[in-house]
C-alpha cells in the first residue's frame, strides 16, 4: 500500500487545489498513468502515478486547497505482506504532448521492503521508471478520461486576442438577446448564423469537456448536463459555459420596489475564489500599497504599421504571428536600455531600490482561467526575430493551457493591449514586485497633424494611445515621462531605433 502526497511542482508552492480527479477508486492505474489535475495560482498541472496498482482512497475532494505534504491518494500496489507501506510524493507529468505540463516536482519513495523483491514482483512497479514514461506495461483498465482533447477554437481565439495580429477599431459584442424565462425553463443559446451547420448538443454521461472547461462551469454554477456543446463532436468548450452562465443571470428577476411581480425572486449566485482568480485578487490588493501614477502619450503610429505589413512579407517570419504587441515589444527593451531605472523595483526591508541588467517582459494574457502575466525571459538580449519567436511560443502556451508558474515568476516589466477589444486606452495597475506598466490602445485611423511651420498639414494617420503607470517610490514624472517618450519615438518612427 502507498501514499501519495501533493509535491511542491515548483517556485515555492505552499498548498494548490485539487481541480479534477482523472481516476476513480477501483481503477487500476499503469506507471505515469494521469492522477489529478491541480490548480496553482498560476497553472494547471497535472500529476502522473509513479507507481501501478488499484487506487483505494481519494483522501481529497476535487475543488478542495490542499497544502503541500498532505496525502491525497492511496494505492494498492499487491505490498501489503512485505510490511510497511511506503509514501510516494507524486510528481507532475513530463510534457508528452501540447497542453501537458513540466516536471518540476520530485518523487520520493522508500526503499522496498526485503522481501517484497523476493516475492517476485513482475509488475510494472519492479524495475518502473520514477520519471518519464516508464516500462512498458500490460493492458490496464481504467475509466475514460473525458476532457482530454484538442483546446476548443473559440478558446485559442480568446487567448489569441491578448496577441491579435491587427489593432480592430471597434470589436463587435455578440448580439445575443436572451429570451424570456418561461417557468423554470433553461434559456437556450443563440441559434447559428443563416447557413451555419446546427450546433451539436451532447449532454448527460456522454458529456465531452475539457478539466478546464468541467472547472469553469463548477466556478459559475453551471450544470453541464444542461449545455449544448459547439466545439468539434459536440465538445463544450468555455464560451458554451459562458453562454449558458448569462443564460442563468437573465433567469433570475431582482424584486422589484413596487408591487409589481410580487412573488418573485432575485437570483444571486456565489462564485468561489480559488486558482488564478484568487491570486489576480491577492495581486491587486498587494498593488494597491504602492503609491500609483499614470500618463499617457498620443502616438502617431502609421509608420508601425507600415514596419508589421513589411515584416510578414520577410521569409525570416515565415510562420510567426506579426503583430504591434512585437513592435511594442521591442521599443520597450530598448527604451528601458537608456532609462534602466524603470526596470527596477523597492526592497522596502533593505531599504533600497533594486534594477536587474535583464528585461523580463511581462505579458497580460487573458484565458480561460483568468488574467496571467507570463514573462519573456531576457527579452532584453533578443532580436526581433527571436523575440517574436519567444512570443509565439508564449502565445501557444496561453492558447494550450501550458503556463507554468516558472513562465509567471521573476517579471520586471509588463506589457497589456486594450486594443485588441477596441478600446483606446486605460489606466493599467502594477504588477506587485514590479515598478512600471504600459498599456497599448486601438489603433485608429483619423485626422491628424503632421508636419510643421509651413508644411503643417492635416492627413490621415494610424494613432495610437500608450499610458505608463508608475511606482511613485521608485520613479518621478520625469524618469517616466523620459522612458515613455522613447516608447512613443520608436512606434512613430521605428528607424530611429537604431540611435538606442
Not at 362 to 388: F, H, Q, S, Y
Request: hydrophobic share 45%.
Amino acid at each position: 500500500m502507498k501514499t501519495c502526497y501533493l509535491p511542491d511542482v515548483g517556485e515555492g508552492l505552499v498548498e494548490a487545489e485539487i481541480a479534477t480527479w482523472l481516476v476513480a477508486v477501483g481503477d487500476t492505474v499503469a506507471v505515469n498513468d494521469p492522477m489529478v489535475e491541480i490548480e496553482t495560482a498560476k497553472s494547471l498541472v497535472e500529476l502522473p502515478f509513479p507507481y501501478a496498482g488499484r487506487v483505494t482512497a481519494l483522501l481529497v475532494a476535487e475543488g478542495d486547497i490542499v497544502p503541500v505534504g498532505a496525502p491525497i491518494l492511496t494505492l494498492d500496489d499487491g505490498s501489503d505482506a512485505a510490511g510497511a507501506p511506503e509514501t510516494v510524493t507524486a510528481a507532475p507529468a513530463e510534457p508528452a504532448a501540447a497542453a501537458e505540463a513540466p516536471v518540476t516536482g520530485q518523487i520520493v519513495v522508500e526503499p522496498p521492503a526485503a522481501d517484497q523483491s523476493a516475492a517476485g514482483d513482475t509488475g510494472a512497479a519492479a524495475g518502473a521508471l520514477l520519471v518519464g514514461y516508464g516500462t512498458p506495461t500490460a493492458a490496464v483498465s481504467r475509466r475514460p478520461r473525458a476532457g482530454r482533447l484538442a483546446v476548443p477554437g473559440e478558446q485559442a481565439e480568446h487567448v489569441n486576442s491578448s496577441y491579435a495580429t491587427d489593432q480592430p477599431v471597434s470589436r463587435p459584442v455578440d448580439e445575443v438577446s436572451a429570451p424570456e424565462p418561461v417557468g423554470g425553463q433553461s434559456v437556450p443559446p443563440p441559434l447559428p448564423d443563416p447557413g451555419e451547420p446546427a450546433p451539436p448538443t451532447v449532454a448527460g454521461p456522454g458529456l465531452r469537456a475539457k478539466p478546464q472547461v468541467r472547472r469553469l462551469a463548477r466556478d459559475l454554477g453551471v450544470d453541464l448536463a444542461d449545455v449544448t456543446g459547439t466545439g468539434p463532436e459536440g465538445l463544450v468548450t468555455a464560451l458554451d459555459v459562458a453562454r449558458a452562465a448569462a443564460g442563468l443571470a437573465t433567469m433570475g428577476s431582482f424584486a422589484p420596489a413596487s408591487g409589481l411581480g410580487a412573488g418573485r425572486t432575485g437570483g444571486v449566485r456565489h462564485l468561489p475564489l480559488r486558482g488564478v482568480r484568487r491570486s489576480m485578487v491577492q495581486s491587486m490588493v498587494e498593488s494597491v500599497k504602492a503609491p500609483q501614477a499614470s500618463m499617457w502619450a498620443e502616438v502617431d503610429v502609421t509608420e508601425t504599421v507600415r514596419l508589421i505589413e513589411a515584416l510578414k512579407l520577410r521569409r525570416e517570419f515565415a510562420g510567426l504571428r506579426i503583430s504591434p504587441i512585437l513592435v511594442l515589444a521591442r521599443a520597450v527593451c530598448l527604451a528601458l536600455g537608456r532609462n534602466p531605472e524603470v526596470n527596477g523595483s523597492i526592497d522596502l526591508e533593505r531599504q533600497q531600490i533594486t534594477i536587474p541588467d535583464d528585461v523580463n517582459l511581462g505579458i497580460a494574457a487573458a484565458t480561460a482561467r483568468g488574467l496571467v502575466v507570463p514573462n519573456i525571459k531576457a527579452a532584453n538580449r533578443l532580436d526581433l526575430l527571436r523575440l517574436a519567436q519567444a512570443l509565439n511560443g508564449l502565445v501557444n502556451a496561453a492558447r494550450e493551457g501550458t503556463i507554468t508558474p516558472a513562465d509567471c515568476t521573476g517579471g520586471t516589466f509588463t506589457i497589456t493591449n486594450v486594443g485588441v477589444f477596441g478600446i483606446d486606452g486605460g489606466t493599467p495597475i502594477l504588477v506587485p514586485g514590479e515598478s512600471a506598466v504600459l498599456c497599448l490602445g486601438a489603433f485608429h485611423r483619423r485626422p491628424f497633424v503632421v508636419g510643421r511651420g509651413d508644411d503643417e498639414r492635416m492627413e490621415i494617420r494610424s494613432v495610437a494611445t500608450l499610458t505608463l503607470t508608475i511606482d511613485h517610490r521608485v520613479l518621478d514624472g520625469e524618469s517616466g515621462a523620459r522612458f515613455l517618450n522613447d516608447v512613443a519615438t520608436i512606434l512613430k518612427d521605428p528607424g530611429l531605433a537604431l540611435l538606442f
